[in-house]
């Protein structure tokens, strides 16, 4: 079953500007991981945080994590057309190992 | 490149008959494999975790007599979806971890499954 909410659903941006997406999950997390899937395709795996971090980078992308509101932000910064994907956030949960449950995902597309 | 390989990434198959996707990792060894499936632009859906030399373990819902996974060894892990019905139609997933891959998940190419 899915953790929680991703928002927007869909998001369509120009190229060169900012993209943020957000997420919400329900229960505690041993960390949260951000992934990228273009059409049809894997998962290529973005960026991962910790339960005791609360920002981090990467590249162009900048990921929050808000433990007390159960949400999780990804922005990605000067956006390029081949940034146009769906988004998924995926959570893992203490003593769960490596089982992620994602988000319901944020397609995104970038307008040249 | 490609740690986990997938295959095949697309596949048609009749009602009523079975098919095989293959998950293997690459470069590493992969202790637990999972699952997934996605229907068009919707999320992932975990179906089981795939633990090497022991039975998978299901997610609520997902009947395991029809979604056969075996995970005989390190490196390979199969879903045979059994008799297949147009409505198991769908985009399925794999995605592997082991001792040396800590906290990063490796994810295949998908398989697409059509069944006609």
């Known amino acids: 079953s899915q953790q929680g909410e991703e928002d927007p659903q869909a998001l369509s941006i120009q190229e060169g500007e900012n993209a943020t997406m957000n997420c919400s999950y329900k229960t505690s997390i041993n960390n949260l991981q951000w992934y990228r899937q273009n059409s049809g395709r894997g998962l290529v795996h973005l960026i991962l945080?910790?339960?005791?971090?609360r920002e981090k980078h990467s590249g162009r992308l900048r990921v929050t994590l808000d433990t007390s509101k159960k949400s999780s932000s990804l922005l990605i910064t000067a956006s390029r057309a081949a940034d146009t994907a769906s988004y998924f956030c995926a959570t893992v949960p203490p003593s769960a190992g490596n089982k992620l449950t994602f988000g319901g995902g944020t397609r995104v597309l970038v307008k040249p | 490149g490609a740690v986990v390989s997938q295959h095949p990434s697309r596949v048609i198959c009749k009602s009523g008959t079975s098919v095989k996707i293959e998950c293997r990792s690459l470069d590493f060894q992969a202790t637990t494999m999972f699952w997934y499936r996605q229907f068009p632009k919707q999320s992932l859906m975990l179906m089981a975790t795939s633990n090497e030399g022991s039975k998978a373990t299901y997610e609520q819902g997902v009947e395991k007599d029809k979604f056969l996974i075996n995970h005989a060894s390190l490196t390979l892990s199969t879903l045979t979806v059994t008799s297949a019905h147009p409505e198991d139609s769908s985009f399925y997933i794999c995605?592997?971890?082991?001792?040396?891959?800590?906290?990063?998940?490796?994810f295949g190419e998908g398989s697409w499954l059509t069944v006609v």
């Open positions: 995605s592997a971890s082991g001792l040396l891959s800590g906290n990063t998940i490796y």
């Open positions: 945080i910790r339960s005791n971090e």
